[in-house]
């Protein structure tokens, strides 16, 4: 039973989030700091409340009015939704609300548009569709994105074994099991804080999702290579590059945003690896690649999208992207893998990802990559995976995952290769 302080502070934390200005793990954090009254039980159900109400809000929309507002969506997320008693709710809404929140319990959703059923704005339904999905496929699609993800990590194998890692999680009380596709990943079941943890403050584990770990594989990279992470973030396959390549070679690790850049400092501490060289770029036109030209044995190009895979994680980005964001993004993503190919030596590797799950900004960039530059051929990810003993179920020579499939994010990736 929702008590009234986590009712309001739900509604404070709506009014932060639904004008999609702002992440809403950010809005979030910023609510909690300022209501230091809520204890960790109140803090959880808040944000369990606000990401289940994001995942749902093109159902709600459809069922109590685009307009309605956080109040009259929470009341029918509480009753469409979770399904809850609504006596339970009686010292909250009155009469005349919970009236209307019956019919909202009983309501039929097959009889509802394609996006609702989905739990999709409809632009992404719409550019679903223009791609050839099905109906069924979307929904299916859609619907795996409405569960929360689960919490993967990857065991640094520098500094541990994954067997020894998951036994160690198991006996502190943490159900642990190893994810079916990635030799280094671990799965969690729950939400458990590990920021505090010995293995985390080892740097035995970090927190990455298990296809992200995926995208680092299929780089091959090894021991005493020269390897480029070129769109790096705050290194989370920085950091999988360095363990593959065994702390050897030379991994540069670009990005044009100092703050992630910065991020990836106390990580890389952790890690032990002292073979990584962050780099901040002006752009991807920088002088640092091109002094660099032709020298990488593989790049990965974890490239800027619109992070539509990750919304089980993150439900408030089908908000906060359109199609004209996309359409943009599309130009970006182009130009930083034209850019990035150029480092790539004769025999090497390029790796473009997205956590994406549209076309346009996957196999229609990879595509008309090609077709610019046929001195680069697509290799099979599913005959590379199975070198590393993974049988992955792809249909055809591009890596695409999505929850439905796989458990994992939905991302893509295409594997490229220099001709010698």
């Known amino acids: 039973m929702i008590t009234q ?33 809520l204890g960790a039980r109140d803090r959880a159900v808040i944000a369990e409340t606000v990401f289940g109400l994001l995942r749902a809000l093109p159902k709600l929309e459809w069922l109590a009015g685009e307009y309605a507002g956080p109040r009259m969506w929470l009341l029918c997320y509480f009753a469409a939704i979770e399904k809850r008693n609504l006596k339970e709710m009686a010292s909250i809404f009155n009469e005349e609300q919970l009236e209307r929140a019956r019919l909202w319990k009983a309501v039929d959703w097959q009889s509802a548009p394609l996006h609702v059923r989905a739990g999709l704005p409809a632009w992404i339904a719409e550019a679903l569709q223009a791609e050839g999905r099905s109906e069924d496929e979307i929904v299916a699609l859609g619907s795996a994105m409405l569960s929360a993800a689960p919490l993967d990590l990857r065991v640094n194998l520098l500094k541990a074994k994954r067997d020894t890692v998951l036994a160690a999680l198991n006996e502190s009380e943490l159900k642990t099991e190893a994810t079916p596709y990635s030799p280094w990943g671990l799965r969690l079941a729950g939400k458990p804080a590990l920021n505090k943890h010995p293995l985390f403050l080892d740097g035995s584990i970090e927190v990455q999702d298990e296809g992200s770990q995926l995208l680092a594989l299929l780089t091959g990279a090894k021991r005493g290579q020269m390897v480029a992470d070129f769109c790096a973030g705050a290194g989370g396959k920085t950091l999988a590059l360095g ?34 060289q962050p780099q901040l770029l002006a752009s991807e036109h920088d002088q640092k690649v091109k002094r660099l030209a032709g020298k990488m044995d593989a ?19 089908k908000y906060r992207q359109s199609a004209q964001s996309v359409a943009e993004l599309n130009a970006k993503q182009a130009s930083i893998l034209a ?51 993974i049988t992955l179920p792809l249909a055809g020579p591009l890596l695409q995952l999505d929850p439905r499939q796989h458990g994992t994010d939905g991302f893509f990736a295409a594997v490229l290769q220099r001709q010698s």
């Open 299 to 317: 790049v990965l190009v974890d490239a800027p999208c619109s992070g539509l895979g990750t919304l089980r994680r993150n439900p408030d980005l």
């Open 339 to 389: 850019s990035a190919a150029r480092l790539v030596k004769a025999g090497g590797r390029l790796v473009y990802a997205t956590c994406s799950v549209l076309r346009s900004e996957n196999q229609a960039i990879v595509d008309a990559f090609l077709a610019a530059h046929p001195e680069f051929t697509l290799l099979d990810a599913s005959e590379l995976l199975a070198k590393d003993k």
């Open 5 to 37: 302080t986590q009712y309001h502070a739900i509604l404070d934390a709506l009014e932060q989030v639904l004008p999609f200005t702002q992440p809403a793990d950010v809005c979030l954090s910023r609510l909690f700091r300022e209501q230091k009254k």
């Open 243 to 276: 363990a593959m390549m065994q702390n050897t070679g030379r991994l540069y690790a670009f990005d044009i945003s100092e703050k992630r850049l910065s991020n990836l400092k106390p990580r890389l501490a952790r890690s032990g690896l002292s073979n990584v």
